[in-house]
C-alpha cells in the first residue's frame, strides 16, 4: 500500500464519525436512503450469519476429515471444493485454505490488516480476532499468544502464523485426540472448538467432554 493511499484512505475516514458503529450506521442509513440497500435483506443476512452459520460447520469438516483419509486428502488440497461439498459456500468463502497440525507443525491464523475470516466455516469472528492486540501480537509473539489461550506446546513444534487476506481465508484442522477411534463424525464433532479452528486452541479431548 502506498503513502498516497494510506494518506487518501485516512483524509476519507476523518469526514466520518470516530467510532465504528457510528460508521456503520451511517453508512446503512444512507445506503437505505439512495435504495441501494433493502434494510431486509440486510437484516437476513447479519440473522443468517449471527445464528445460523457457524463454528458447528467447520466442526464437522475437521471431523469429516478425521474421519475419512480420502476427505482430509481433498480438504488438504482444495479446501473450498470440500467444504462446498458438505454444502458450506457463500460469503468470505471464495477461497479457503486448510491447514493441518502436526507434532511438528502447529498453524495459526490472523488477519493483521482488519479482521478476515473464513465465514461459511466459522460464522462471525470474535471480538479478540478482531483487537488490535490480537492482530499484532499474534505475529511478533505466537506462543505467548498461545500460552495466555491456555495452549503449551512442545518448544520443538514450530508456530506458523498465517494472515488472512480478502482472496485467501484459513482452516486448522487440529490434530484428532487420542481415545477417538471409530468415532461417528458427530461425536467427533463436538470436540472440535472455533478457537481449534483458528490455531488459539486445541481439539477437546474425550475426557473434557465426559
Ligand atoms: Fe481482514
Known amino acids: 500500500m502506498s503513502d498516497d493511499?494510506?494518506?487518501?484512505?485516512?483524509?476519507?475516514?476523518?469526514?466520518?464519525?470516530?467510532?465504528?458503529?457510528?460508521?456503520?450506521?451511517?453508512?446503512?442509513?444512507?445506503?437505505?436512503?439512495?435504495?441501494l440497500v433493502d434494510p431486509a435483506s440486510l437484516n437476513a443476512i447479519i440473522d443468517t450469519y449471527a445464528n445460523e452459520v457457524g463454528p458447528q460447520n467447520g466442526a464437522r469438516v475437521v471431523a469429516t476429515a478425521w474421519a475419512d483419509p480420502a476427505y482430509r486428502d481433498w480438504l488438504l488440497r482444495d479446501a473450498t471444493a470440500a467444504i462446498g461439498d458438505l454444502g458450506y459456500e457463500g460469503r468470505q468463502g471464495e477461497h479457503i485454505v486448510a491447514l493441518e497440525n502436526t507434532p511438528q507443525v502447529h498453524n495459526m491464523v490472523v488477519c493483521t490488516l482488519c479482521s478476515c475470516y473464513p465465514w461459511p466455516v466459522l460464522g462471525l469472528p470474535p471480538a479478540w480476532y478482531k483487537s488490535e492486540a490480537y492482530r499484532s501480537r499474534a505475529v511478533r509473539e505466537p506462543r505467548a499468544v498461545l500460552a495466555e489461550f491456555g495452549v503449551a506446546l512442545p518448544e520443538e513444534t514450530e508456530i506458523r502464523v498465517w494472515d488472512s487476506t480478502s482472496e485467501m481465508r484459513y482452516l486448522v484442522v487440529p490434530r484428532r485426540p487420542p481415545g477417538t477411534e471409530g468415532w461417528s463424525v458427530e461425536r467427533l464433532a463436538e470436540l472440535v472448538t472455533r478457537d481449534a479452528m483458528i490455531g488459539t486452541g486445541l481439539a477437546r479431548t474425550p475426557e473434557e467432554t465426559a
Open 5 to 35: 493511499h494510506d494518506h487518501h484512505h485516512h483524509d476519507q475516514h476523518s469526514h466520518l464519525p470516530p467510532d465504528p458503529a457510528l460508521r456503520v450506521q451511517a453508512l446503512e442509513t444512507l445506503l437505505v436512503r439512495k435504495g
